[in-house]
């Protein structure tokens, strides 16, 4: 695609990062939720049902995505070391071609440098508690919408709803919105995009929708099993508040606290499923915990949905092509008619798969996120369309995991052995 003449106007961006979202849970065969919104999109523009995380963290997810570059190359490491090394966040490299910044975001966000702090718009940074910043970064970003930003502009806004812990609508509790309260969350989700889509004019705007990595769902319907292990949200946020009322020098008190909490749940949930003849991928999804020390990349935490709608994206198309986030930004730069950064990055962009056109295999480099209570075992690893590969970062005997995707999609058999 050339870029544009500098005396068009360039299109507006709308840039909805949904936290958690599984793109196993949006489209194919384990899709319960009612999305006539999202569906609209995948009608009238693109999706890419494999797109894939950096990251099953929104630390190292984020880096990549906005960077363009695999995580490690960028400096990301943890909160405390989050300064960029060598590179341009594609949002200052945007601005710097003439887009005003406006954003609606976690206060998290904030601490990470390539997160610019500089917006337009001075309410960017939300500080209320979970329950309250979902609700009020919703009616945030509408409200945005309603009024007059300076164009071109792009609106970013990173939505924590389908975040541990979720309290669903009243009005999307029933069962015909989902199975559990991720799949009801969905639907939720998916009405609330139907308002954003009625805002924004789709003839100047490009509006893409994707997750910073997935989760687990601790949740099992099947047959005649009804399995849920879903944390209880209000009860879960009573006992956040509480947490962050403790002076510092009780955190190991508190620390101990939480893991013998978490082992207590644990034993709970391992005897209620021992007799059960469950598959791996189902058993891994039930006994996720907090303090789990193995933070393996599979797909429930790395594979995300991609969609696009708005100028120059063709419209009713489905690309199962594995893509990474890497390479959201770079695509998004040809859309929009900008050269690329000037500066080496591992992302490409996808356009011409938006042309009908064939592209090389786009490996995808993955590492866990170190960024939590607990630290786990590192693994990184690489994914194709055929295959995925992780391994102990730190010794590559240690943690081996390989699955054949296209026989195994939901990696119950680890084939390294063999």
């Known amino acids: 695609m050339e870029s544009s003449n500098s005396d068009l106007i360039k299109p507006n961006i709308l840039f909805l990062l949904l936290d958690s979202f599984r793109a196993d849970k949006i489209s194919g065969p384990d899709k319960n939720s009612l999305?006539?919104?999202?569906?609209?999109?995948?009608?009238?523009?693109?999706?890419?049902?494999?797109?894939?995380?950096?990251?099953?963290?929104?630390?190292?997810?984020?880096?990549?995505?906005?960077s363009g570059k695999h995580p490690f190359k960028t400096g990301m490491r943890s909160p405390k070391l989050t300064k960029l090394i060598d590179t341009t966040s594609y949002l200052e490299f945007l601005k710097n071609h003439g887009y005003k910044l406006y954003g609606d975001m976690p206060k998290s966000d904030s601490l990470l440098e390539i997160i610019p702090p500089d917006f337009?718009?001075?309410?960017?940074?939300?500080?209320?508690?979970?329950?309250?910043?979902?609700?009020?970064?919703r009616r945030m970003t509408l409200d945005r919408l309603n009024s007059k930003m300076k164009e071109p502009w792009l609106f970013l806004m990173h939505a924590g709803d389908l975040h541990f812990p979720i309290t669903n609508p009243k009005v999307f509790q029933d069962e015909k919105f989902g199975s559990n309260?991720?799949?009801?969350?969905?639907?939720?989700?998916?009405?609330w995009l139907g308002k954003v889509l009625k805002k924004v004019?789709?003839?100047?705007?490009?509006?893409?929708?994707?997750?910073?990595?997935?989760?687990?769902?601790?949740?099992?319907?099947k047959e005649s099993l009804n399995i849920d292990f879903q944390d209880k949200a209000r009860l879960q946020m009573k006992i956040l508040k509480v947490s962050t009322k403790f002076p510092k020098f009780l955190e190991p008190l508190k620390l101990n606290l939480f893991l013998a909490r978490e082992n207590i749940n644990r034993k709970r949930k391992e005897k209620k499923i021992k007799d059960l003849n469950l598959k791996s991928h189902e058993i891994r999804g039930l006994l996720h915990q907090r303090s789990?020390?193995?933070r393996f990349l599979f797909d429930e935490k790395v594979r995300v949905p991609l969609f696009m709608i708005g100028p120059n994206v063709d419209q009713g198309m489905t690309i199962s092509q594995q893509v990474r986030l890497i390479d959201v930004f770079p695509t998004i730069c040809e859309i929009i008619g900008i050269p690329n950064k000037?500066?080496?990055?591992?992302?490409?962009?996808?356009?011409?798969?938006?042309?009908?056109?064939?592209?090389?295999?786009?490996?995808a480099y993955m590492e866990s996120s170190p960024a939590i209570l607990i630290q786990p075992i590192i693994v990184i690893g690489i994914r194709t369309d055929k295959y995925k590969y992780f391994r102990n970062r730190y010794d590559s005997s240690k943690n081996v995991h390989l699955y054949d995707l296209e026989n195994d999609p939901y990696e119950d058999d680890n084939i390294a052995d063999k």
């Open 120 to 137: 337009e718009n001075n309410e960017v940074i939300t500080t209320t508690g979970l329950k309250e910043f979902k609700e009020e970064s």
């Open 181 to 191: 309260n991720y799949e009801k969350q969905v639907s939720a989700i998916d009405h």
């Open 201 to 221: 004019d789709l003839k100047k705007t490009l509006v893409v929708v994707t997750g910073d990595h997935g989760s687990y769902i601790q949740s099992l319907k």
């Open 342 to 363: 000037d500066e080496k990055i591992d992302g490409v962009s996808l356009y011409p798969l938006l042309e009908n056109k064939k592209m090389g295999t786009l490996i």
């Open 292 to 294: 789990n020390l193995e």
């Open 35 to 66: 999305t006539p919104n999202f569906d609209y999109i995948k009608k009238n523009g693109a999706f890419f049902d494999h797109a894939i995380s950096s990251s099953d963290g929104s630390m190292l997810s984020l880096a990549g995505l906005f």
